[in-house]
Structures are given as structure tokens and as C-alpha cells.
Nanobody
Framework: QVQLVESGGGLVQAGDSLRLSCAVSGLTFGTFAMGWFRQAPGKEREFVVG????????YYADSVRGRFTISRDNAKNTAYLQMNSLKPEDTAVYYCTADMVFSQLRDGHSDYWGQGIQVTVSS
């Protein structure tokens, strides 16, 4: 059974940092593309960042480029999202996702998703 479990969310102030973690089990972590999406209240889910399985290619949404960084530790089967200089508009539920095909992940059609974790940024 595949599981993606996010942790590290919470309430912070504008300008603060947070690091989200996504612990993965039930699949061969090193062969999957990993990514993060988010969904704010009243809005559609949107792509934040994704990286292919060798982490040689990483794509960021324009809204987070330069502030957010995705990383992965294949030995720990864990992906991370370091979020710096947080803004109130970053407030959303953040979802970790995995798929064998990066383009499928990027388009929001991943096979596997976490349950989501709330990030709230106050002004």
C-alpha cells in the first residue's frame, strides 16, 4: 500500500520559513518523480514544484521560484519543501504527490497523493 504523509505545516507570520516533509512508503522512491501542489480556499489546486527521479530537472511555479526549494532524500524515502519568505498568499493546503511520469505529475494527474497539510501565513 502506497502512502505519502506530509508533516511540518502550521501557522507562521509573513517572512517566516517552514519546511514540509513527505514521507513515502510502498513504492520505489528513487524511481518516482516527486512534487508539491497546493489549494487555497475557493481556488483550484495548483502546481508548486516538481522534480524528476534523479533530481536533475526541477520546475517551479513562478509564484514560488526563488523562495521555495524542493529536495529529496532517497535513503529516507522523504521529499522536502523548504519555504522561505512566506507570504499570506502562500496560505493553502499543501499536497505531496508522486508519479512515475513527470509530465503526468506536473499536470496534476499523479497516481499518488498525500492527505494534505495546512500552511497558514498571517500578515
Amino acid at each position: 500500500q502506497v502512502q505519502l504523509v506530509e508533516s511540518g505545516g502550521g501557522l507562521v507570520q509573513a517572512g517566516d520559513s517552514l519546511r514540509l516533509s513527505c514521507a513515502v512508503s510502498g513504492l520505489t522512491f528513487g524511481t518516482f518523480a516527486m512534487g508539491w501542489f497546493r489549494q487555497a480556499p475557493g481556488k483550484e489546486r495548483e502546481f508548486v514544484v516538481g522534480t524528476n527521479w534523479r533530481a536533475h530537472s526541477t520546475y517551479y511555479a513562478d509564484s514560488v521560484r526563488g523562495r521555495f526549494t524542493i529536495s529529496r532524500d532517497n535513503a529516507k524515502n522523504t521529499a522536502y519543501l523548504q519555504m522561505n519568505s512566506l507570504k499570506p498568499e502562500d496560505t493553502a493546503v499543501y499536497y505531496c504527490t508522486a508519479d512515475m511520469v513527470f509530465s503526468q505529475l506536473r499536470d496534476g494527474h499523479s497516481d499518488y497523493w498525500g492527505q494534505g497539510i495546512q500552511v497558514t501565513v498571517s500578515s
